[in-house]
């Protein structure tokens, strides 16, 4: 639950004002401007903790801010085995 209070802080302090006076589009702007600095598993404590809000405080509920998750990536072996380069060339 601290974890939750803490994303309602940080909003609040964000934007200066209280969570009932904040669009949806200004928690989604400032959730897709979180993807580039922040892991996936924080972005979604933070939409989480701000629908609990919502919920339990105003007695409301808030549309689900909808955010897309990046893709996720794979790297590469820096040296790869004749097995392993040998796929990449069949699959590609």
């Known amino acids: 639950m601290d974890t939750y209070s803490r994303v309602v802080r940080r909003f609040a302090t964000h934007f200066d004002r209280c969570h009932d006076r904040l669009p949806a589009e200004d928690l989604k702007v400032s959730l897709d401007d979180h993807l580039k600095t922040h892991s996936w598993s924080t972005i979604k404590l933070d939409r989480n903790g701000l629908q609990l809000f919502y919920k339990h405080v105003f007695e409301k509920k808030r549309e689900c801010v909808g955010i897309i998750k990046p893709p996720v990536t794979r790297k590469l072996a ?6 392993a380069f040998e796929l990449i060339i069949i699959n590609t």
Do not use: N, V
């Open 78 to 83: 820096d040296i790869l085995t004749q097995e």
